[in-house]
């Protein structure tokens, strides 16, 4: 098992920027596949990203697309979230999670961080 722990979030205004970070605590999170995950007050949680442990591929939500990037760091312990040009449609928790394969299934992935709240006003 591995524990996550996200960081990052906050409140941000319309058009800004956050990165979330999610740190593995007491090991590194090779050669797991990465996901971030987000749920809104009242909706399900939904996908966001994901990325291979090899950092191939990267897969995005539609919504997403063009906007976020998701990368991992140089010590294959840290997996990053870089949100640009924020909506006030994504405020949210934003989850990291951790599993055998990169996939858009939440169900697939066993190991989950405490999440971090993400806020963008208008």
């Known amino acids: 098992q591995v524990e996550l722990v996200e960081s990052g979030g906050g409140l941000v205004q319309a058009g800004g920027s956050l990165r979330l970070s999610c740190a593995a605590s007491g090991r590194t999170l090779s050669p797991y596949a990465m996901g971030w995950f987000r749920q809104a007050p009242g909706k399900e949680r939904e996908f966001v990203a994901s990325?291979?442990?090899?950092?191939?591929?990267?897969v995005y939500a539609d919504s997403v697309k063009g906007r976020f990037t998701i990368s991992r760091g140089d010590a294959r312990n840290t997996v990053y979230l870089q949100m640009n040009s924020l909506t006030p449609e994504v405020t949210a928790v934003y989850y990291c999670?951790?599993?055998?394969?990169?996939?858009?299934?939440?169900?697939?992935?066993?190991?989950w961080g405490q999440g971090t709240q993400v806020t963008v006003s208008s």
């Open positions: 990325i291979n442990w090899s950092g191939s591929p990267r």
């Open positions: 999670a951790a599993a055998l394969a990169a996939t858009m299934r939440a169900d697939d992935y066993n190991q």
